[in-house]
């Protein structure tokens, strides 16, 4: 683990918060946004008239075989109007820092949105750790792929899977960079961060649940990762208890992916040589399935500096990529979001929800991809 001097700054550059010149807008066509007056989250807006098939923040080509076809239809199912009800309900809890009292509502809210799809065959766990006496919980929820579409009777399920993929986004908060927040008693609303992230693996479980199942063959696990503003604590605890070697083939972060006004950009953060390969199928799924995010930075992380979920994964050798909407300085395409850990991270920040649909759509074609 680095020193701390290492990590606060790390934090920083996450977060956009460096020194900012004035943004120079890059684009004439403004990002919808959730939180805005004007925002459309069920109809798509465009400017010029939108072909008859495809939808603006449709899909619109992939490999013409079946498989890929199947992958389409899911993405398409995700709804930004679900993944904003749930974001909604998890920054209406006030705050989702382990030591306030919310956490634990929104521990709640996602077991009881995972706990309705168990009987799609999901399976729900939960780790507990503690951090310097702050108590820490991990949520997990995995599923296997089955022979056919459910439909309510007992089917064969498929032999159990050797391999995994993960896909992780933390949902605790933290509102620091206000001046004196107090994290037992005062707001942590947390929304671009990670809000935005955790909202997205939930409408994953809903969507996952039917159809597509039947080419998984390997397991998807949706990680809801606690104590990553604590510096990654839950993954990393997560990390030190799997058993060697790995059944992991990739692990999948997303974190902070709803605020840009410029543009629908991400960067692409992967971690040490191994994980080269996940960050070209995550280039590959946006061409592929025509996901639209541009520019998609490819970043390498060399060292657990990079304070992302991702971080512990791709140290310990598993292929790991972390999606985030900018980590670095602000430029001409990021002009940074400053709300970031503080109180003011509230759903109206939320600048853009198509990059934010795009984001999603992108991370679960690239684990889709991977697991058939
Ligand atoms: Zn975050």
């Given at each position: 683990?680095?020193?701390?001097?290492?990590?606060?700054?790390?934090?920083?550059?996450?977060?956009?918060?460096?020194?900012?010149?004035?943004?120079?807008?890059?684009?004439?066509?403004?990002?919808?946004?959730?939180?805005?007056?004007?925002?459309?989250?069920?109809?798509?807006?465009?400017?010029?008239?939108?072909?008859?098939?495809?939808?603006?923040?449709?899909?619109?080509?992939?490999?013409?075989?079946?498989?890929?076809?199947?992958?389409?239809?899911?993405?398409?199912?995700?709804s930004l109007a679900k993944m904003n009800d749930h974001l909604l309900a998890l920054t209406g809890v006030g705050s989702r820092d382990p030591r306030h009292?919310?956490?634990?509502?929104?521990?709640?809210?996602?077991?009881?949105?995972?706990?309705?799809?168990?009987?799609?065959?999901?399976?729900?766990?939960?780790?507990?750790?503690?951090?310097?006496?702050?108590?820490?919980?991990?949520?997990?929820?995995?599923?296997?792929?089955?022979?056919?579409?459910?439909?309510?009777?007992?089917?064969?399920?498929?032999?159990?899977?050797?391999?995994?993929?993960?896909?992780?986004?933390?949902?605790?908060?933290?509102?620091?960079?206000?001046?004196?927040?107090?994290?037992?008693?005062?707001?942590?609303?947390?929304?671009?961060?990670?809000?935005?992230?955790?909202?997205?693996?939930?409408?994953?479980?809903?969507?996952?649940?039917?159809?597509?199942?039947?080419?998984?063959?390997?397991?998807?696990?949706?990680?809801?990762?606690?104590?990553?503003?604590?510096?990654?604590?839950?993954?990393?605890?997560?990390?030190?208890?799997?058993?060697?070697?790995?059944?992991?083939?990739?692990?999948?972060?997303?974190?902070?992916?709803?605020?840009?006004?410029?543009?629908?950009?991400?960067?692409?953060?992967?971690?040490?040589?191994?994980?080269?390969?996940?960050?070209?199928?995550?280039?590959?799924?946006?061409?592929?399935?025509?996901?639209?995010?541009?520019?998609?930075?490819?970043?390498?992380?060399?060292?657990?500096?990079?304070?992302?979920?991702?971080?512990?994964?791709?140290?310990?050798?598993?292929?790991?990529?972390?999606?985030?909407?900018?980590?670095?300085?602000?430029?001409?395409?990021?002009?940074?979001?400053?709300?970031?850990?503080?109180?003011?991270?509230?759903?109206?920040?939320?600048?853009?929800?198509?990059?934010?649909?795009?984001?999603?759509?992108?991370?679960?074609?690239?684990?889709?991809?991977l697991a058939r």
């Amino acid at each position: 683990m680095r020193a701390l001097g290492g990590l606060v700054l790390a934090v920083w550059l996450c977060a956009c918060e460096a020194v900012a010149t004035a943004p120079t807008p890059a684009t004439s066509t403004p990002a919808p946004a959730v939180g805005s007056p004007t925002a459309t989250i069920s109809a798509p807006r465009s400017a010029t008239p939108a072909p008859t098939r495809a939808p603006m923040w449709g899909l619109q080509a992939c490999e013409p075989d079946a498989a890929c076809n199947t992958i389409v239809d899911t993405l398409n199912r995700i709804s930004l109007a679900k993944m904003n009800d749930h974001l909604l309900a998890l920054t209406g809890v006030g705050s989702r820092d382990p030591r306030h009292p919310g956490h634990a509502k929104a521990v709640a809210y996602i077991k009881e949105q995972l706990g309705a799809l168990a009987y799609y065959g999901w399976k729900i766990e939960s780790q507990r750790t503690v951090y310097q006496g702050i108590p820490l919980e991990n949520i997990f929820a995995s599923i296997e792929g089955a022979t056919a579409a459910w439909s309510g009777s007992i089917i064969p399920p498929l032999p159990p899977s050797t391999t995994s993929i993960l896909v992780s986004a933390h949902y605790d908060s933290i509102a620091n960079r206000t001046p004196g927040w107090r994290p037992a008693l005062d707001p942590a609303p947390g929304a671009d961060d990670n809000a935005t992230g955790t909202a997205a693996l939930l409408e994953f479980a809903r969507v996952i649940s039917q159809g597509v199942r039947e080419q998984l063959r390997s397991r998807i696990v949706l990680a809801f990762f606690d104590g990553e503003e604590l510096f990654f604590k839950g993954s990393g605890a997560y990390v030190s208890s799997l058993e060697k070697p790995y059944r992991y083939k990739a692990a999948i972060n997303l974190d902070m992916v709803g605020f840009n006004p410029l543009a629908d950009r991400l960067d692409l953060l992967w971690y040490t040589d191994v994980s080269a390969g996940l960050r070209d199928e995550v280039m590959k799924a946006n061409r592929l399935y025509s996901i639209g995010i541009s520019p998609l930075n490819p970043q390498f992380a060399m060292d657990g500096n990079t304070i992302m979920d991702a971080a512990p994964f791709g140290l310990a050798g598993i292929p790991s990529i972390a999606l985030c909407q900018r980590y670095g300085d602000n430029d001409s395409t990021f002009p940074g979001n400053y709300t970031f850990h503080t109180v003011n991270d509230t759903p109206d920040k939320i600048t853009n929800a198509r990059l934010w649909l795009k984001a999603a759509k992108l991370t679960l074609a690239t684990a889709l991809e991977l697991a058939r």
